[in-house]
């Protein structure tokens, strides 16, 4: 994941220029963490589609066929997952 240098969705890299690596998540899998990993702590924000947090701490969403999950400080999850979001 990158760090952009501002949380302005309309700025940094494009999502095909984003160095996410090999890894890919399908419905699937998307749909058993959901149903099985979800926490029951810590509610996802509503802006988020599909949104959830794991059992683990990951910030998970779904958008135009991407399946998203984010890690890392509290303090940076939402905000992360916004803009990623906002460049799907």
Known sequence: MFAPSSLDPREG???SKVPFGN???TDDEH???RDANQSTSHHA????PGAFHDEQGG????KNGYYVVVSGANAFKEPAARV?????
Request: cysteine-free; overall charge positive.
């Open 31 to 33: 749909r058993v963490n």
């Open 23 to 25: 890894k890919y998540m």
């Open 84 to 88: 990623l979001a906002g460049k799907l």
């Open 13 to 15: 890299p494009t999502v």
């Open 45 to 48: 924000p509503a802006d988020l």
């Open 59 to 62: 910030l998970w969403f779904a």
